[in-house]
């Protein structure tokens, strides 16, 4: 069984910074990418970064050069740095890995349950 946790989430004032972390355990053979993504109330959920194996990373623009997105492999886990911190980053946070739980599996993905992160103005 494979589990994805979330930590790191709060209440911040604007401006401010938090840094969530998730960690995958479980039967896992091998992880490509990593991802976070939100969903603030009454919104779709969105991706917020991604980033590959290799450490390529991708943001979606209203978080570009305030969020960073890093990897531990050796750990299996992801951490998402958020500075600058605006009321409209308020949402649940969720890790997301594309991971193969044996050498013979397809690739799945796998969610952890969320992390909820409130910027006050």
């Known amino acids: 069984q494979v589990q994805l946790v979330e930590s790191g989430g709060g209440l911040v004032q604007a401006g401010g910074s938090l840094r969530l972390s998730c960690a995958a355990s479980?039967?896992?053979?091998?992880?490509?990418?990593m991802g976070w993504y939100r969903q603030a109330p009454g919104k779709q959920r969105e991706l917020v970064a991604r980033?590959?194996?290799?450490?390529?990373?991708n943001y979606v623009d209203a978080v570009k050069g305030r969020f960073t997105i890093s990897r531990d492999n050796a750990e299996n886990t992801v951490h998402l740095q958020m500075n600058s911190l605006k009321p409209e980053d308020t949402a649940v946070y969720y890790c997301?890995?594309?991971?193969?739980?044996?050498?013979?599996?397809?690739?799945?993905?796998?969610w952890g349950k969320g992390t909820l992160v409130t910027v006050s103005s």
């Open positions: 479980g039967s896992i053979f091998s992880i490509n990418a």
């Open positions: 997301n890995a594309n991971l193969r739980r044996t050498a013979m599996d397809y690739d799945s993905i796998f």
């Open positions: 980033i590959s194996s290799g450490g390529s990373t």
